[in-house]
């Protein structure tokens, strides 16, 4: 049961793809389809409360998302061996389905995470009042699942500190991409910076378009890939029309020198992975799970959050010397098949669905 968001559909897409090798599985994939207007009204800002998050607009959002998922994955319960659920707000209303059948439920981090770091609004001091009934909700989840699966230590502690989950019950799984083929080698020109988030303002997208105008525009092209609408300019890029799984990105990534993700809101971005699959370095913040997927000075840097001098920094680093971001390109590649390989990660995965269905 997949919530088909964002990242989510990446995920989903690849485990799909690597299930394919395992006979032995047969799997069913459940997607909770993009909002109809209903949806959209239910989960619509309400503009004068929405300013103090007063508006419940995220809980409204999840909890119409989750009576949908409900209303698809019920009638498929009973026959199951196992359920996973990806996230825990596919299944917030379906508490009995998850008491009912061995259910695993997984995610990237937890709504006591993600209410401060929603990419489209700000968390006030009455955020925590507004959350509660889904974490009330999503706790119950957790206690009634048979594993809890997180994708980095950042979640995990979540999970244990803020929902009092039993340690036993928790794994972390890093999940990953499938690898794909090595890339193909790229010709010695102007280097190419590239960021990809669907906004700009909160997933660092801003504060990388003013480093590059400040100080990189006279060495290094940006490519944008984004919703958000910019002015075009000399050696600026701007990519609107992209979608998950239209190939795209993967050749977006193919020509460029460098990813740049300096987003203070992102969990365990499944496009960190991607870029590392292309040889690319990869620039993310110290924020989430991020630091788990980079290592810093080896695949990438890791700055701090909102510190335009250290991403300007390094930055300037790579694309000044192309022997660096080659040989750190190199490693990244390396350190995603290695350690974030789906083919691999989904062994000890089905390891994880086939222990909870034999209890």
Not at 120 to 129: D, I, L, S, V
């Amino acid at each position: 049961m997949s919530e088909n968001i964002g990242g989510h559909r990446t995920l989903h897409r690849h485990l799909e793809e690597a299930l394919v090798q395992h006979r032995s599985i047969e799997a069913r994939f459940v997607r909770v389809p993009r909002p109809g207007w209903p949806r959209r009204v239910l989960g619509a800002t309400w503009p004068l409360l929405g300013r103090y998050d007063l508006d419940f607009q995220p809980v409204r959002a999840q909890l119409a998302a989750a009576a949908v998922a409900r209303r698809l994955v019920a009638p498929l319960v009973d026959a199951a061996d196992v359920v996973h659920w990806y996230t825990a707000n596919s299944a917030l209303l379906s508490l009995d389905l998850v008491s009912s059948r061995p259910s695993v439920v997984s995610l990237d981090m937890t709504n006591a995470q993600n209410s401060r770091r929603l990419p489209y609004r700000y968390p006030t001091r009455f955020t925590p009042f507004v959350t509660r009934p889904v974490a009330n909700l999503e706790r119950r989840v957790y206690e009634r699942a048979d594993a809890v699966v997180t994708k980095s230590e950042w979640a995990a502690e979540s999970v244990l500190a803020d929902y009092g989950i039993d340690p036993l019950k928790v794994r972390v799984h890093a999940f990953g991409i499938l690898t794909g083929p090595e890339p193909v080698p790229r010709p010695n020109r102007r280097p190419v910076l590239v960021f990809v988030g669907t906004t700009l303002a909160r997933k660092g997208g801003l504060a990388l378009l003013d480093v590059w105008r400040r100080s990189l525009r006279d060495r290094a092209d940006l490519v944008l890939v984004t919703k958000d609408r910019v002015r075009a300019e000399p050696g600026l890029r701007v990519i609107g029309d992209v979608e998950v799984g239209d190939g795209r990105v993967n050749r977006i990534l193919d020509e460029s020198t460098v990813f740049a993700f300096p987003s203070s809101m992102d969990a365990s971005p499944h496009v960190v992975f991607e870029a590392m699959a292309h040889g690319l370095p990869v620039v993310v913040c110290r924020s989430g799970g991020m630091p788990e997927q980079v290592i810093d000075g080896q695949t990438g840097f890791v700055v701090p959050p909102d510190d335009t001098q250290a991403l300007a920094a390094v930055l300037a680093k790579l694309v000044d010397n192309p022997d660096l971001a080659q040989a750190m390109g190199a490693a990244a590649r390396a350190d995603v098949q290695r350690h974030f390989d789906m083919a691999k990660q989904v062994v000890p995965f089905i390891e994880i669905l086939r222990e909870v269905a034999g209890r």
